[in-house]
């Protein structure tokens, strides 16, 4: 199932502050592709994330999730969205601090209502994978901001979304790691088909990308008003 954004359109802040951060946007991403997403701070990348994973609503334009567009779902229907279908790492990992490592994944497993069967070696599977083994009963407060965002990777993987969407994955981690992580995002993009957008600065991301989308170039071509 292939993301479309066509023609959007977003404005953000009020009075003085009012920004089009997206001004008539249109690029679609590929199933089974991860896609780093380029471009200056400012440029809007992480409001075309919050708009590709139904988090903002665009003032105008469509956002195609296959067919149908979810630009136009009730709230309810975008919150289901969200939870079923879709993943996101923001920078801050948005974890619960009072969890360890394994019960942030052990409850988004459980909130997004999947059977908890085998739940928990897939969970330490891949805490393990991004390097985190000797972490599993740490709580979220006791990490570094670069070992939250790893889990907050790991958790998104467990639920095998379609969209999955990644804000800096490799800002906060050392290089070796940071090759890593690229790899693991690109090989479960690859083995289960899903639309990867990851926002970055960090040419070892454009690198491993299936292809790389300039934001600059995107609001140029949007024409004089850009
Ligand atoms: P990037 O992720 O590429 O750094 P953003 O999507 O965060 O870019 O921001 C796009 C533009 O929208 C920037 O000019 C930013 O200053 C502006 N912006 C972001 N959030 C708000 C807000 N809440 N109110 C007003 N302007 C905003």
Redesign the pocket.
């Known amino acids: 199932m292939s993301l479309e954004l066509r023609d959007v359109t977003v404005t953000?802040?009020r009075g003085e502050?009012?920004?089009t951060?997206l001004r008539e946007v249109s690029v679609r991403f590929a199933p089974s592709a991860l896609t780093a997403l380029v471009?200056?701070?400012?440029?809007?990348?992480?409001?075309?994330l919050a708009v590709a994973g139904a988090l903002l609503r665009p003032d105008s334009g469509q956002v195609l999730l296959g067919d149908r567009d979810i630009a136009r779902l009730s709230s309810a229907e975008q919150a289901r969205l969200r939870r079923e279908r879709v993943g996101y790492v923001f920078q801050s990992g948005n974890l619960l601090s009072g969890l360890t490592a394994l019960e942030q994944l052990l409850a988004a497993a459980s909130i997004a209502g999947r059977p908890p069967r085998g739940m928990r070696s897939r969970a330490e599977e891949l805490l393990t994978e991004v390097g985190l083994a000797h972490r599993l009963r740490h709580r979220a407060d006791e990490l570094s901001g670069g070992e939250r965002q790893r889990i907050a990777i790991a958790r998104a993987l467990l639920l095998e979304p379609e969209l999955l969407l990644v804000d800096e994955p490799t800002a906060a981690v050392d290089r070796e790691r940071a090759a890593g992580l690229v790899d693991l995002l690109a090989g479960t993009t690859h083995r289960h088909g899903c639309v990867t957008v990851v926002?970055t600065h960090d040419p070892v991301v454009e690198e491993a990308a299936d292809r790389v989308v300039d934001?600059s170039r995107l609001r140029a071509a949007a024409g004089p008003r850009a």
């Open positions: 953000l802040g502050s009012r920004t951060a471009g200056p701070s400012g440029s809007g990348k992480s409001t075309l926002a934001m």
